[in-house]
């Protein structure tokens, strides 16, 4: 469970986030949406303990992260919009490494690594240096090395991009997967038809504010427009409604 | 510690495919390299000995300097090691993409900065270790000591070298997490007090009259060497812990030992204690500070117009590049620190040769300073633009393709880079050259040629790194450290100081026998233009062949 309260964020004279306040409970896929420097990402890395935030408090499973936050690190995972791969160790290296820091038994980590790859297809690149796999394949190892502590939480920064098809079915069905046995999933995106098909509830966020919440029906209903998620994102980020 | 224990399990399999990838390579480039280094050591281990000889043979005062020599270069060192050891801490903690990858992790901040402790550590001290192998080789050669001390200074070496690198890493972290920035009043009073701690050592410290009455007299001859020698300096512990190994004075030798791995120690709590309580705050102050400086730049007026105004004489595409790789440079300081400390340095040097009274020595040693001292900033020129100018164009990198598709050739590219670069080295090297040539009051036949090589090596470097930096085009790499410890770089860096060597040895030779009388007037005028003749025949090969090959390898890429 996320809860936030009155968090802001200021960069100098700018302010990033104003005054969010938003309660994820377990086991829901929230999908966080936002025009371009809206402050998504800037929530995201407040979130996960990497940003300090100017006001307001956080809790991740009811532990304060400005308290505690080594016991708020055992709990989440994130996955940046382009994530930092050891590009000199293997796939199974840097499963064994991701084990090693997180404590996990070595028995867990083989079982949780032949899961992970064989559903990525990835057994064949096992050895390879990451440094020569592809940009799905760097993908699709940093979703498994995530998985592999089973985090509480999920923090994602656009989970889809420059992903093959394949690579974007499999991510979706492992979301929702993850969510049915109770992680809490955080994602931002900018492919609204994902964010349709995928959330349970949708936040929006325009200049730092939040300007609209709920799930798709209470947002079609809040907003008095009937039509696809599109619109209602357009309208409720025109600068003028932001 | 488990972190830390995972951390370096990690490395060690780094390690263990780097070792794969280096097997990898042609066997051509791996023997081209370790001909090179091996070259470099019996070369520096050479020149440090005939050094050695040369102070024995002035006798007295020749001989006592040896003995101090090694505390000296300890000092030094430890300086050297302590400003390496900051920038590297700078870029490779504080801008690298691992340490957000770290934070998110389950790891207390004191062991990540433990472990990058220990890798700047090794990173910053491969020079360390180049250096003193031949200098020690030398010394021990010519004090004709055993084998074992070579031992025992492998041994003081490493506590040592984690002390010094530990210090420029608590030096970082403790500037990025309190100094303020962008406030003139700070940094005035801070360099008040540095100030006045200097006046306050001077008077009662180290200024005072030692009780080495040998170092107190050394000390006037050479600077720096009366405080190198002060008992305080974990350097001289070094120094003399070494020494007394080898004179078999071994609870003495122990003792210094036990120290400096004490100190050590303490080092590495304070960076784990710190570490623990301030480093992400810091990391994050840099961080906020990049974002609201984004900010300041958009909305603050911009230096833009005035960059624009000043090079409306050249052509539009010119302008453009070189605009792009001015702010680029300017807006990274860690890159442009590197550049000011090399030639910051140098011109501290050149600027006090008046100070050193050795505009008052003979004929026969001021033209000898003045060659030194060209091969100096020489050196410094090559490592310059290997490390800036010949990775330029593979730092493009994904987006050499905007530069591709432009409305412009890829010879009138590599032409704009080169003569950008040219600019920017003519003019810090002709100063320089001229700073050294008027401190030490030489002749007008030293000042042209002096000043005169200066150009040709401006010229024949920018050629070489320019030239060989489109041929060896690594769009793919975004670490320049990587792309200039390649082939490419490493084959440009061996042709510039090649190239040095070749054109500077000429004309130091000819004036150093004309000042000693080994040739007449006839013998120098004579030999002077057939140098000039090879100078500008080795220049133009230098800067065009290379340059051609790189216009040709462009034309014929793929984007």
């Given at each position: 469970m996320i809860e936030i309260e009155h968090l802001t964020k200021n960069f100098g004279s700018l302010q990033a986030v104003k005054d969010l306040s938003l309660t994820i409970p377990r086991g829901e896929l929230f999908c966080f949406l936002g025009p371009n420097g809206a402050g998504k990402t800037t929530t995201i890395k407040i979130l996960c303990g990497l940003l300090k935030p100017s006001g307001g408090t956080i809790r991740i499973r009811g532990i304060d992260i400005q308290a505690d936050p080594a016991a708020v690190r055992r709990l989440i995972g994130y996955i940046p919009d382009i994530p930092f791969l050891y590009e000199r160790l293997t796939p199974v290296e840097f499963f064994q490494f991701i084990g090693d820091l997180y404590q996990v038994p070595a028995a867990q980590v083989h079982a949780t690594r032949e899961r992970f790859f064989a559903l990525f297809a990835m057994e064949e690149y096992a050895r390879t240096l990451i440094k020569d796999l592809s940009h799905g394949?760097?993908?699709?190892?940093?979703?498994a090395a995530t998985f592999l502590h089973q985090p509480a939480v999920l923090f994602i920064d656009e989970p889809f991009v420059g992903l093959d098809p394949f690579s974007i079915r499999l991510i979706h069905d492992l979301l929702r997967q993850a969510a049915r046995a109770g992680t809490t999933v955080f994602l931002t995106t900018h492919i609204l038809a994902f964010a349709e098909q995928l959330a349970d509830r949708i936040g929006i966020i325009a200049g730092g504010r939040l300007v609209g919440l709920g799930t798709l029906a209470e947002l079609k209903a809040h907003s008095s427009i009937q039509g696809p998620l599109e619109d209602i994102f357009l309208r409720l980020t025109r600068p003028e409604e932001a | 510690m488990h972190a830390l224990a995972a951390l370096l399990r990690k490395d060690g399999r780094v390690l263990r495919n780097l070792r794969t990838l280096a097997r990898e390579q042609s066997a051509f480039k791996v023997i081209f390299i370790l001909m090179f280094a091996g070259g470099m050591l019996v070369g520096l281990g050479y020149l440090f000995l005939e050094g050695f000889r040369f102070l024995s043979a002035l006798g007295g005062i020749g001989v006592m300097l040896i003995r101090h020599l090694f505390a000296l270069f300890f000092f030094g060192l430890g300086l050297m090691l302590i400003l390496s050891n900051i920038i590297t801490t700078y870029t490779t903690v504080f801008h690298s993409d691992e340490i957000p990858f770290l934070l998110c992790r389950p790891i207390a901040p004191g062991e990540i900065l433990l472990h990058k402790w220990l890798e700047t550590t090794l990173i910053s001290s491969w020079a360390f270790f180049f250096i003193i192998i031949p200098f020690i080789g030398a010394f021990a050669w010519h004090e004709h000591l055993s084998l074992l001390f070579m031992l025992w200074t492998f041994l003081f070496s490493i506590p040592f070298v984690l002390l010094y690198a530990g210090a420029g890493t608590l030096i970082t972290l403790l500037v990025l997490r309190w100094v303020p920035r962008w406030r003139p009043q700070f940094w005035v009073g801070a360099t008040l007090l540095v100030l006045v701690g200097w006046g306050v050592w001077t008077l009662f410290g180290a200024g005072k009259p030692q009780t080495d009455d040998a170092v107190f007299i050394l000390g006037r001859f050479v600077p720096g060497l009366k405080l190198a020698a002060f008992p305080l300096w974990p350097s001289a512990w070094v120094a003399e812990?070494?020494?007394?190994?080898?004179?078999?004075?071994?609870?003495?030798?122990?003792?210094?030992?036990?120290?400096?791995?004490?100190?050590?120690?303490?080092?590495?709590?304070?960076?784990?204690?710190?570490?623990?309580?301030?480093?992400?705050?810091?990391?994050?102050?840099?961080?906020?500070?990049?974002?609201?400086?984004?900010?300041?730049?958009?909305?603050?007026?911009?230096?833009?117009?005035?960059?624009?105004?000043?090079?409306?004489?050249?052509?539009?595409?010119?302008?453009?590049?070189?605009?792009?790789?001015?702010?680029?440079?300017?807006?990274?300081?860690?890159?442009?620190?590197?550049?000011?400390?090399?030639?910051?340095?140098?011109?501290?040097?050149?600027?006090?040769?008046?100070?050193?009274?050795?505009?008052?020595?003979?004929?026969?040693?001021?033209?000898?300073?003045?060659?030194?001292?060209?091969?100096?900033?020489?050196?410094?020129?090559?490592?310059?633009?290997?490390?800036?100018?010949?990775?330029?164009?593979?730092?493009?990198?994904?987006?050499?393709?905007?530069?591709?598709?432009?409305?412009?050739?890829?010879?009138?590219?590599?032409?704009?880079?080169?003569?950008?670069?040219?600019?920017?080295?003519?003019?810090?090297?002709?100063?320089?050259?001229?700073?050294?040539?008027?401190?030490?009051?030489?002749?007008?036949?030293?000042?042209?040629?002096?000043?005169?090589?200066?150009?040709?090596?401006?010229?024949?470097l920018c050629g070489l790194a320019t030239g060989l930096g489109a041929v060896f085009?690594?769009?793919?790499?975004?670490?320049?450290?990587?792309?200039?410890?390649?082939?490419?770089?490493?084959?440009?860096?061996?042709?510039?100081?090649?190239?040095?060597?070749?054109?500077?040895?000429?004309?130091?030779?000819?004036?150093?026998?004309?000042?000693?009388?080994?040739?007449?007037?006839?013998?120098?005028?004579?030999?002077?233009?057939?140098?000039?003749?090879?100078?500008?025949?080795?220049?133009?090969?230098?800067?065009?062949?290379?340059?051609?090959?790189?216009?040709?390898?462009?034309?014929?890429?793929?984007?």
């Open positions: 394949y760097r993908q699709r190892l940093i979703y | 812990g070494i020494m007394a190994l080898s004179r078999d004075q071994w609870l003495r030798g122990g003792l210094l030992f036990g120290v400096l791995l004490a100190n050590v120690l303490m080092v590495g709590l304070l960076i784990e204690g710190l570490g623990n309580v301030q480093f992400v705050q810091a990391w994050q102050r840099t961080r906020a500070a990049h974002a609201s400086l984004r900010e300041l730049r958009r909305v603050g007026p911009s230096g833009a117009l005035a960059l624009e105004t000043r090079l409306a004489f050249l052509a539009p595409d010119a302008r453009a590049l070189v605009i792009k790789d001015l702010r680029t440079l300017l807006r990274d300081p860690a890159q442009w620190i590197q550049g000011l400390l090399f030639f910051g340095l140098l011109a501290l040097y050149f600027f006090n040769l008046r100070n050193l009274h050795y505009h008052l020595l003979s004929a026969v040693w001021r033209n000898l300073i003045v060659f030194l001292n060209m091969f100096s900033l020489s050196a410094v020129m090559c490592s310059f633009c290997s490390r800036f100018i010949y990775p330029q164009l593979s730092l493009e990198g994904q987006a050499f393709w905007l530069i591709g598709l432009a409305p412009t050739t890829m010879g009138r590219v590599l032409k704009i880079k080169f003569l950008a670069s040219l600019v920017g080295m003519l003019t810090i090297g002709v100063v320089l050259m001229a700073v050294s040539a008027a401190m030490l009051d030489v002749g007008w036949r030293i000042w042209v040629t002096a000043l005169g090589l200066a150009v040709a090596i401006s010229l024949g085009l690594d769009l793919k790499q975004r670490n320049p450290m990587a792309i200039i410890s390649g082939f490419g770089g490493t084959l440009n860096l061996v042709l510039s100081l090649a190239y040095m060597a070749a054109v500077i040895l000429p004309f130091g030779a000819l004036y150093h026998y004309h000042t000693l009388g080994r040739i007449g007037a006839g013998a120098l005028n004579a030999g002077t233009a057939a140098a000039s003749v090879w100078l500008i025949v080795i220049t133009l090969a230098a800067t065009l062949l290379p340059l051609m090959a790189g216009r040709r390898s462009l034309m014929r890429r793929d984007y």
